[in-house]
């Protein structure tokens, strides 16, 4: 399994941007697909973006148009840049890896089960 360290959370205003990173430990981070995933107090944690080895990416319709994923293999790292951010978008943020042994060029991930390794979280508050 792969260790996953979240940051770049915290609080901003209604219409800021922010961007999380997550960090991953080890040394075949490029052939694993990643996601982010998202858990707002009170409900059940949703999928919010994935992007797998070859770079394709996938998107819940409520972000769609305002997130994007990103990876930097030379840094076994995962992006998620959030703009015009919403009071709706607050919740605790998970990074999530799954190991994917560069099968499925085009294979979209979106389900808790789809990943094996998961991240402690990082909150993400947006004020109105």
């Known amino acids: 399994q792969v260790q996953l360290v979240e940051s770049g959370g915290g609080l901003v205003q209604a219409g800021d941007s922010l961007r999380l990173s997550c960090t991953a430990s080890g040394r075949t981070f490029s052939s694993y697909a990643m996601g982010w995933f998202r858990q707002a107090p009170g409900k059940e944690r949703e999928f919010v973006a994935s992007i797998n080895w070859a770079s394709w990416t996938y998107y819940a319709d409520s972000v769609k148009g305002r997130f994007t994923i990103s990876r930097d293999n030379a840094k076994n790292t995962v992006h998620l840049q959030m703009n015009s951010l919403e009071s709706e978008d607050t919740a605790v943020y998970y990074c999530?890896?799954?190991?994917?042994?560069?099968?499925?060029?085009?294979?979209?991930?979106?389900?808790?089960?789809?990943?094996?390794?998961w991240g402690q979280g990082i909150q993400v508050t947006v004020s109105s």
């Open positions: 999530a890896a799954r190991y994917s042994s560069y099968s499925g060029s085009r294979s979209n991930y979106y389900r808790d089960s789809d990943f094996g390794s």
